[in-house]
């Protein structure tokens, strides 16, 4: 399968901020450890190699086969679990939240960017072994935003009773939600086998953790990937005295507010704000911010209160019940994980620029920070209507008016564009202007007016005419529009809006091999794939 890639920046849907990070603008060098290009991981090797202690890598291993219990794993994924328990061992990390039947396309281009990436660093760097690890965003309370997935443009949804963290839910209702995707997807070798796929995720496991689980193993255990559940009592006890820090001293509001502020003040949208204290509480169907008022300790929207002295009990003999907020996650990513880099979507990226002087305070090496692959995959009718219209990858990327405006104009037997009749018109006027100057003022801005309203008739009637080429090309434009509405659901990136379904109905069994194969996690650009 062929493919283009073109800049980031020229999509036109990524912020000045990961532009900028991709560029390597001295300006953002201060958000940043190191840039993740293949020659620098070795000191982030050596760095990581130094800070993470054998003690924590025994516990992750033992935490990891207990939360493999039960789960037909691959050779693979076996044997990488157990050699994080060697030092020369390390990961490559990237974290999702569960959503439903993997939610938009780019769960499967995070988990192969990381999965390559371990790949092209063991090609590098021989007497290491690294690791692919999908963090399961287990202790995430926004139901909200994961209990969909969209399927032929439809809105297919698990609608039940929401409450706390969404790794504890029960599966109660998915049959439902089975029997809407199953009819809607229809017969067929590949069509089977997503269906027994979904009911096998989610009708044979109880949890939505085990669903997830069981899902991206199917999907991935091949190829050696290694799935984390955080909300684990054991890991989370290698995070105390990080917590114990957060109540007390509250680092990580001091650092990150001031990292926000400069991403500010250098002209950036600041993706997050951070809180007082960035830790939630969970309980039975709760998951609450944690409040400091005069010593004491509240869980917001609950009755519960500590002292001092009791939180500090409480997170020594039940730490699972302490669950980091979003800027409180990574870092317990990398206490826990012997991490080299962590690859997310621009959203993800920008809040971990703000987090550099955290880690640094709490000494905790920072990790490399990478773009995830973004793709538009072609089928071969789209890609043949593509070469018909000759529309030019980047220009499939425009605003459709913008689209639509520009390949009229290109293919109109009529020249649609009015500057030379601009530019003569203003040379008309400036002989009237030399004739004003000899005049009063009044005379002068007379000319100045009817100068303006002339002009804004040519841009009237180039619209007018604009619109009346676009009425007589209708069926390009028509054809333009259903091909761009195919490639940008809801004007949006496929791999935001389309779920899996629709490109393994079209390629089957075939469709992560030829990812695994053609995505670059290095390649800093939009991947554009056409069959």
Same mark, same amino acid.
């Given at each position: 399968?062929?493919?283009?890639?073109?800049?980031?920046?020229?999509?036109?849907?990524?912020?000045?901020?990961?532009?900028?990070?991709?560029?390597? =603008?001295?300006?953002?060098?201060?958000?940043?450890?190191?840039?993740?290009?293949?020659?620098?991981?070795?000191?982030?090797?050596?760095?990581?190699?130094?800070?993470?202690?054998?003690?924590?890598?025994?516990?992750?291993?033992?935490?990891?086969?207990?939360? %493999? !219990?039960?789960?037909?794993?691959?050779?693979?994924?076996?044997?990488?679990?157990? $050699?994080?328990?060697?030092?020369?061992?390390?990961?490559?990390?990237? *974290?999702?939240?569960?959503?439903?039947?993997?939610?938009?396309?780019?769960?499967?281009?995070?988990?192969?960017?990381?999965?390559?990436?371990?790949?092209?660093?063991?090609? =590098?760097?021989?007497?290491?072994?690294?690791?692919?690890?999908?963090?399961?965003?287990?202790?995430?309370?926004?139901?909200?935003?994961?209990?969909?997935?969209?399927?032929?443009?439809?809105?297919?949804?698990?609608?039940?009773?929401?409450?706390?963290?969404?790794?504890?839910?029960?599966?109660?209702?998915?049959?439902?939600?089975?029997?809407?995707?199953?009819?809607?997807?229809?017969? *067929?070798k590949n069509a089977e086998y997503l269906k027994t796929l979904f009911k096998k995720a989610y009708l044979e496991h109880t949890g939505l953790t085990e669903a997830t689980r069981y899902l991206a193993n199917e999907l991935f255990g091949a190829y050696g990937?290694?799935?984390?559940?955080?909300?684990?009592?054991?890991?989370?006890?290698?995070?105390?005295?990080?917590?114990?820090?957060?109540?007390?001293?509250?680092?990580?509001?001091?650092?990150?507010?001031?990292?926000?502020?400069?991403?500010? /003040?250098?002209?950036?949208?600041?993706?997050?704000?951070?809180? +007082?204290?960035?830790?939630?509480?969970?309980?039975?169907?709760?998951?609450?911010?944690?409040?400091?008022?005069?010593?004491? %300790?509240?869980?917001?929207?609950?009755?519960?209160?500590?002292?001092k002295d009791e939180i500090l009990k409480t997170l020594e003999e039940t730490p699972e019940k302490f669950s980091p907020n979003v800027m409180m996650r990574p870092l317990y990513q990398e206490v826990i994980l012997p991490n080299l880099c962590y690859i *997310?979507?621009?959203?993800?990226?920008?809040?971990?620029? /703000?987090?550099?002087?955290?880690?640094?305070?709490?000494?905790?090496?920072?990790?490399?920070?990478?773009?995830?692959?973004?793709?538009?995959?072609?089928?071969?009718?789209?890609? /043949?209507?593509?070469?018909?219209?000759?529309?030019?990858?980047?220009?499939?990327?425009?605003?459709?008016?913008?689209?639509?405006?520009?390949?009229?104009?290109?293919?109109?037997?009529?020249?649609?564009?009015?500057?030379?009749?601009?530019?003569?018109?203003?040379?008309?006027? $400036?002989?009237? %202007?030399?004739?004003?100057?000899?005049?009063?003022?009044?005379?002068?801005?007379?000319?100045?007016?009817?100068?303006?309203?002339?002009?804004?008739?040519?841009?009237?009637?180039?619209?007018?005419?604009?619109?009346?080429?676009?009425?007589?090309?209708?069926?390009?434009? !028509?054809?333009?529009?259903?091909?761009?509405? +195919?490639?940008?659901?809801?004007?949006?990136?496929?791999?935001?809006? $389309?779920?899996?379904?629709?490109? %393994?109905?079209?390629?089957?069994?075939?469709?992560?091999?030829?990812l695994i194969k053609q995505l670059d996690p290095l390649q800093g650009g939009f991947v554009i794939l056409k069959q």
């Amino acid at each position: 399968m062929p493919s283009d890639c073109i800049p980031f920046r020229d999509t036109n849907y990524f912020s000045s901020l990961i532009c900028d990070y991709l560029d390597q =603008k001295a300006e953002l060098t201060p958000f940043y450890h190191r840039f993740p290009e293949l020659e620098n991981f070795k000191n982030q090797l050596e760095e990581k190699k130094d800070a993470f202690s054998d003690a924590h890598r025994k516990v992750l291993v033992k935490a990891l086969r207990a939360q %493999y !219990k039960g789960v037909d794993l691959s050779d693979l994924t076996a044997a990488n679990i157990e $050699q994080l328990e060697d030092s020369t061992t390390f990961t490559v990390v990237t *974290g999702h939240q569960l959503n439903l039947f993997t939610g938009p396309l780019y769960f499967l281009y995070k988990i192969i960017s990381t999965i390559n990436l371990t790949k092209q660093l063991k090609n =590098k760097y021989p007497d290491y072994n690294f690791v692919p690890v999908y963090w399961m965003a287990t202790e995430d309370h926004d139901f909200d935003e994961i209990n969909y997935f969209n399927l032929f443009g439809k809105k297919i949804q698990w609608n039940r009773k929401d409450g706390g963290a969404v790794g504890v839910f029960d599966t109660e209702g998915l049959d439902k939600v089975f029997d809407v995707f199953s009819s809607e997807i229809g017969v *067929g070798k590949n069509a089977e086998y997503l269906k027994t796929l979904f009911k096998k995720a989610y009708l044979e496991h109880t949890g939505l953790t085990e669903a997830t689980r069981y899902l991206a193993n199917e999907l991935f255990g091949a190829y050696g990937l290694v799935i984390v559940d955080g909300d684990d009592r054991e890991l989370k006890r290698l995070f105390i005295p990080f917590v114990e820090k957060e109540l007390i001293t509250q680092e990580a509001y001091k650092t990150v507010s001031k990292k926000a502020q400069k991403l500010d /003040e250098a002209g950036y949208k600041v993706q997050v704000n951070p809180r +007082e204290i960035n830790l939630f509480y969970l309980s039975q169907n709760s998951r609450e911010r944690i409040i400091e008022k005069e010593g004491k %300790y509240f869980v917001n929207e609950t009755d519960i209160e500590f002292s001092k002295d009791e939180i500090l009990k409480t997170l020594e003999e039940t730490p699972e019940k302490f669950s980091p907020n979003v800027m409180m996650r990574p870092l317990y990513q990398e206490v826990i994980l012997p991490n080299l880099c962590y690859i *997310g979507g621009g959203g993800e990226l920008a809040y971990w620029l /703000e987090l550099k002087d955290y880690f640094e305070a709490v000494q905790v090496p920072f990790p490399m920070l990478l773009l995830r692959n973004s793709v538009l995959v072609q089928t071969q009718k789209q890609a /043949e209507k593509i070469k018909n219209l000759t529309v030019s990858d980047t220009e499939l990327f425009l605003k459709q008016h913008e689209l639509i405006n520009r390949k009229v104009r290109q293919i109109s037997n009529i020249d649609i564009n009015f500057d030379p009749q601009r530019k003569h018109l203003q040379e008309q006027f $400036q002989s009237m %202007y030399e004739v004003a100057e000899k005049t009063d003022v009044t005379f002068y801005n007379a000319v100045k007016a009817q100068e303006v309203k002339q002009l804004k008739g040519l841009d009237t009637l180039e619209k007018r005419l604009l619109k009346a080429q676009r009425q007589k090309l209708s069926d390009q434009v !028509k054809r333009l529009t259903v091909l761009q509405n +195919e490639l940008f659901p809801n004007q949006s990136l496929q791999e935001r809006t $389309q779920n899996f379904t629709e490109l %393994y109905l079209e390629y089957g069994d075939q469709l992560i091999p030829m990812l695994i194969k053609q995505l670059d996690p290095l390649q800093g650009g939009f991947v554009i794939l056409k069959q």
